[in-house]
């Protein structure tokens, strides 16, 4: 290939000899760890952890911790799942009105999540799928209707209107969660072993991402960077009251000086006052 695509450049690299294997090698100290390649180009012992976000409010619905080298297309399953439970069991003591009553409707995801397959158990599960579709080509269906008349209706769901502004907001709602907790978090690399373990970790710095969401709602401010910008205008108003008071107060302190007293006076006072030295130490 003369000018090859970075997508390209990744099949013919799926296809070459690899030097390690999975099916031939396991850590022993970690044996959920799989060998696979990170986003730099570099190869480590890794985890995949998959997250569903709600595209209304930006909160994490469900967190799934799964073989690294495992598919999008394999795992999505797992995670859909999740997510139904969890809105399920919040579906029980929410108010009317506080959940959507078809519950998991629909579902946004970037081409790596696309296949024939899940889109048919999506379509089987009554929920719409807006699935970037990859670059393939013309495609020969044969004898797959199902298939094909599912790819034509998420096809036709994507290039719409709806379609691209759903995945506008999925580039935003669902890198936040991960930038938030990978990169500011800190857990992009963990000490843990096992998926139990991670996957605890990640429940409570979820936790804590969820409550961020609750807090910013409620009271306008969900970091303590955000509280600071929100009181820095009270403070710059109670400095400025401070002033107004502080000459306010000089003015009522020059029409209320009482009268001079006399230097004789003084003078003779001072006289009979004992003097006194005060020392300080430190």
């Known amino acids: 290939m003369r000018t090859p695509t970075r997508a390209a450049l990744a099949r013919l690299d799926r296809r070459r000899r690899k030097r390690t294997s999975n099916t031939d090698w396991q850590s022993p100290a970690d044996p959920d760890a799989k060998i696979t390649k990170m986003k730099d180009g570099r190869?480590?012992?890794?985890?995949?952890?998959?997250?569903?976000?709600?595209?209304?409010?930006?909160?994490?619905?469900?967190?799934?911790?799964?073989?690294?080298?495992?598919?999008?297309?394999s795992t999505i399953g797992k995670t859909l799942e999740e997510a139904e439970e969890q809105i399920d069991s919040v579906s029980e003591n929410a108010e009317e009105g506080d959940v959507h009553p078809e519950g998991?409707?629909?579902?946004?995801?970037?081409?790596?999540?696309?296949?024939?397959?899940i889109l048919l158990d999506l379509e089987g599960r009554a929920v719409r799928s807006y699935l970037s579709e990859p670059d393939r080509g013309r495609r020969s269906w044969k004898d797959d209707v199902d298939a094909q008349q599912a790819v034509y209706a998420n096809r036709r769901r994507i290039r719409g209107e709806r379609g691209k502004r759903l995945h506008r907001m999925r580039g935003e709602l669902i890198e936040r969660p991960f930038a938030h907790l990978y990169e500011t978090g800190g857990i992009r690399r963990t000490h843990l072993r096992g998926?139990?373990?991670?996957?605890?970790?990640?429940?409570?710095?979820?936790?804590?991402?969820?409550?961020?969401?609750?807090?910013?709602?409620?009271f306008g401010a969900g970091t303590p960077r955000g509280l600071q910008g929100t009181l820095q205008p009270l403070l710059g108003l109670l400095t400025d009251c401070t002033n107004v008071l502080g000459r306010l107060l000089a003015e009522l302190a020059v029409h209320l000086r009482p009268f001079p007293v006399p230097q004789t006076t003084l003078e003779h006072v001072a006289a009979k006052r004992p003097r006194m030295a005060f020392a300080t130490g430190c």
């Open 43 to 73: 190869t480590h012992l890794a985890h995949k952890a998959e997250h569903a976000v709600d595209m209304d409010t930006g909160a994490i619905v469900a967190v799934t911790v799964q073989g690294a080298d495992q598919g999008d297309t």
């Open 104 to 117: 998991l409707s629909e579902v946004v995801a970037d081409k790596g999540y696309h296949s024939d397959r």
């Open 195 to 218: 998926h139990t373990n991670i996957l605890k970790r990640l429940l409570i710095h979820t936790a804590a991402f969820n409550l961020g969401l609750l807090m910013r709602t409620v």
